[in-house]
């Protein structure tokens, strides 16, 4: 079974480019979930999903992040304008209705902002 | 004070040895526990729940202190294989469902 796929793996862009984080759950989970995990801050919860509708997102640190649903099996993570301080991995998660204290993460996307 | 708290170590210990560490948190109400098993540059996976009455897992028993607020993780007969950042999860609150938060983690490192 595929797991979370997350796409790009690695983005280096320049301050002040959009970027745009993308994840595919594994089929079936109800719960997506975006992280991102710094040395200083740790593992972070952005925000979380439920059935394609956002339930949370007050993990999302300010106006430039936004994120997207637009079906069961894609979501996105947009950042707009990037700042160097945004630099981290985002890690894209799902779970199922059923088991939903277990999160199944993707392998991350590594995002360095100059 | 952090929400979910962990001492970053490491701990470096030699094969064989057992190694245990704990994970505070702050909300007396919290209900769910578990411990994420993070290797160097991947993503975190799930090691095991916590459970109230403390449970086992092969060479991994994980406790629940719920009068002192925190969790722990015992790993006997370490292997080369067990080194790796260990994560705590919490689940704060019951009106936080599905919403996990983590600790730093720490580290353990098994030497030859």
Redesign the interface.
């Known amino acids: 079974d595929a797991g979370v796929i997350q796409s790009p793996r690695h983005e280096v862009t320049e301050m002040g480019q959009e970027v745009t984080l993308r994840c595919k759950p594994i089929s079936g989970h109800d ?1 997506l979930f975006w992280y991102r995990q710094t040395m200083m801050r ?4 952005l925000i ?1 999903f ?1 059935n394609n509708v956002p ?2 997102d007050s993990g999302m640190p300010e106006d430039r992040f936004s994120a997207k649903m637009p079906n069961a099996s894609f979501s996105t993570l947009k950042i707009q304008p990037s700042e160097p301080r945004d630099s981290a991995v985002y ?1 894209c998660a799902s ?1 199922p209705r059923t088991s ?9 996307t590594r995002l360095t902002v100059l | 004070r952090k929400e979910v708290e962990q001492d970053p170590g490491p701990f470096n210990v030699p094969e064989g040895a057992t190694v245990a560490f704990n994970c505070t948190y702050s909300n007396s109400a919290s209900q ?1 526990f ?1 411990w994420y098993r993070q290797d160097c540059r ?5 090691l095991m ?1 916590v459970y109230s009455s403390g449970n086992e897992d092969g060479r991994f028993t994980a406790q629940l202190n719920r009068a002192s607020q925190y969790i722990s993780l015992l790993i006997r007969d370490s292997k080369l294989s067990d080194s790796a950042t260990y ?1 705590c999860a919490v ?1 704060l609150s019951p009106a936080n ?9 720490t580290t353990v490192t098994v030497r030859a």
């Open positions: 719960y740790g593992l972070e919860l979380y439920n339930i949370d890690f779970s939903w204290n277990e999160q199944f993460f993707g392998p991350g | 769910s578990f991947k993503e975190p996976k799930l729940s994560l689940i469902d599905y919403k996990l938060s983590f600790g730093a983690g």
